[in-house]
């Protein structure tokens, strides 16, 4: 599987936002609102969803599982505390995308075998986007969890642009970020050059 560049929305994120990472090459998103109700996350997934299929792009839910399967969105995104991911994915069935979230070794051996298409390993630094995120795991620390997991994953957390060629020789099929795009003047250009960094790794 081959991701490359995973855009998370920030809070309050704006579709034009999430349009601009798609046309700059994006490979994954996931709706990420930890401000919004359930509604309102509903509503706007059903908006993205079409933009997102008529680009070839999955879209994926953070936390809300009800909201997943409202939308018809592609997939949920579960962190370590988000519930029971074997009942998720009885919910969601076989064919959609269940993240996890895994900040160390030992959640990695825990992982349910299974039920899980995808992991989230971070952070790889601190971020204030994530304020009650782990310990960071470094550039070494995420090679290490990598290497001993037998799905694909991603690394998130204070990641950019230079990191994009020791996350990929890590073994990782993309990298998830929200800042370097959100944060960017023009999102569409730095989703374009994280995804021929990524091309070119
Ligand atoms: C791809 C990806 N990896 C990790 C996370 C973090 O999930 P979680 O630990 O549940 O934290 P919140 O995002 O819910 O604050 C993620 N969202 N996506
Ligand atoms: C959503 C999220 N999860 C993390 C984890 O470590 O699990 S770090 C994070 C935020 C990533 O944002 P930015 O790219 O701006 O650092
Ligand atoms: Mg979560």
């Not at 991701?3 to 490979?27: E, K, M, N, Q, S």
């Not at 290490?144 to 994009?164: C, E, R, T």
């Not at 099929?173 to 959100?182: D, E, L, M, Y």
Request: hydrophobic share 50%; with cysteine.
């Amino acid at each position: 599987m081959s991701i490359g560049i995973y855009f998370v929305t920030p809070d309050g994120c704006d579709d034009a936002l999430v349009c601009a990472a798609l046309a700059g090459g994006a490979g994954l998103i996931q709706l990420r609102d930890k401000t919004a109700t359930e509604a309102e996350m509903v509503a706007q997934a059903r908006r993205l969803l079409p933009l997102c299929r008529a680009a070839g792009v999955p879209l994926i839910v953070n936390d809300r599982l009800e909201v997943a399967l409202a939308s018809g969105a592609d997939g949920l995104h579960m962190g370590q505390g988000d519930g029971d991911p074997a009942q998720a994915r009885a919910a969601l069935g076989p064919d959609r995308h269940l993240g996890l979230s895994i900040e160390t070794q030992a959640q990695l051996a825990a992982m349910p075998k299974g039920a899980i298409s995808l992991i989230g390993v971070g952070p790889v630094r601190a971020t204030a986007t994530k304020p009650d995120h782990a310990t960071p795991l470094g550039l070494d620390g995420l090679a290490q969890v990598v290497a001993h997991s037998p799905i694909p994953a991603v690394a998130i957390g204070g990641v950019g642009l230079a990191d994009i060629p020791a996350i990929r020789a890590a073994g990782c099929a993309g990298v998830a970020v929200v800042s370097a795009i959100s944060g960017a003047d023009d999102p569409q250009a730095a989703t374009r050059d994280l995804v021929n960094a990524w091309r070119h790794a």
